[in-house]
């Protein structure tokens, strides 16, 4: 099987590009599609997609490597397997500038039927990260119709809306992953309970009164009111827009153990290949469900990079055929994270899982240091 698959041909997209312009005309009287309007997780185009993953490369040190530390690669729903992005992820034109653009206009727009929230441990501009929340970063975009929520790993990101769109230069040196899932508004109301568990620290937020009745938490976070008490963890099941499903798993910090072992590998009934920064505990075989941490990535044209170089948090069932799942998150495998707040988003998408599976070079097994 090959996951080589990098087409970056003009023509052929510029086909696309038409193609979709004519399916869009045919079809916008007889269904409602994703609709431009309509708040969703978008496509480097602009088009709205119901999911996306990136995954931001580390910049290579070795001299050859082409690899500056701002490219990624990207999957969604069409593309099906690791494309490699037209543009870097600094700029207002990749999947992440595109997305949030539509939150800085709803934020320029004071618009009172549009709800935001961004948050992250390590704030834009600060230099010492937060402690006692989690361990999370992310944004959501919402109405009372439908919205996206996505999460990633890169610190001191995204800018606040008052300023212009950036990437931080300290995110350039290591790998960055993030999902981008479109929900319909129903969702958000167990995305408000999943978020309460992983204590989130909220830098940036605008939560309406026309959501205060229906979202209990979210509004709470947002303007730093006391919460209620948080349950250590919680399982959530969502569905994004298209119905796609997906479980979220959200850790409390009164959740002291690791995650992955205690928790996922378990839950799921699966043995995890764990993809996290410098893990710090060692692959665990001590549970009915293994974890076993990766040591090597190799990505679609040969090139390889220690995870070392790696800030992405991802995990994915051993094989396909036991259940292949794919999970991305927020917490490394360090002792010092099994006391903080922190999520996963998980999914059965087929696509999802090979995409990952085949960028495992190696991993380590138990009976190894
Ligand atoms: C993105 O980064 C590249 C490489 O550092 C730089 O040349 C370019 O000007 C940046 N673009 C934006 C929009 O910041
Ligand atoms: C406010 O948001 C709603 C729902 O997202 C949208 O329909 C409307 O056009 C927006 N209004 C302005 C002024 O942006
Ligand atoms: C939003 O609500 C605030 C406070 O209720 C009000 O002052 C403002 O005019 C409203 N903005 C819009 C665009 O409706
Ligand atoms: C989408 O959300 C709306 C508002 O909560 C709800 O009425 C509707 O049933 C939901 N649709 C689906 C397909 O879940
Ligand atoms: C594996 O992880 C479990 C759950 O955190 C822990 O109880 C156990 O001690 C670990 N085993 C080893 C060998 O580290």
Known sequence: MSFLAFPRGGRQKMTARLLSVGLTVLFLSSCVPLGAARISCRNEDGDAVDWFVFYKLPQNRKQ???????EYMYLDATTRRWQRSESLVNMTQSVLGRTLQQLY???????NSTAYLIYNDNVPHSVDGSWKQ???KGFLLWDKSQGFWLIHTI????????????YPSTGKKYGQIGICVTYNYSQFVEIDSQLLSCIPNVYSCSIPAIFHPVLTYLPKMCVGSPL?????QRLSRLQSIRGQNFLHFAKSPYLIDDVYVAWMAQQLQTNLL??????KLPSNCSLSYHVYNIKEIRIPGQSTFSSYYDHAKWCISQRYYKKHWTCIGDLNRSPFQTRRGGGFICTQNKYIYLAFRGLVLHYQNCNQS
């Open 155 to 166: 610190p001191r990101f995204p800018s606040f809306p008052e300023e212009d769109y950036s």
């Open 228 to 232: 209620p008490r948080i349950p250590r």
């Open 64 to 70: 050859k490597s082409e690899w500056s530390g701002l």
């Open 105 to 111: 206009e709803a934020w320029e727009a004071k618009n």
């Open 274 to 279: 764990v993809e996290t920064w410098q893990p």
């Open 134 to 136: 989690g361990h999370a």
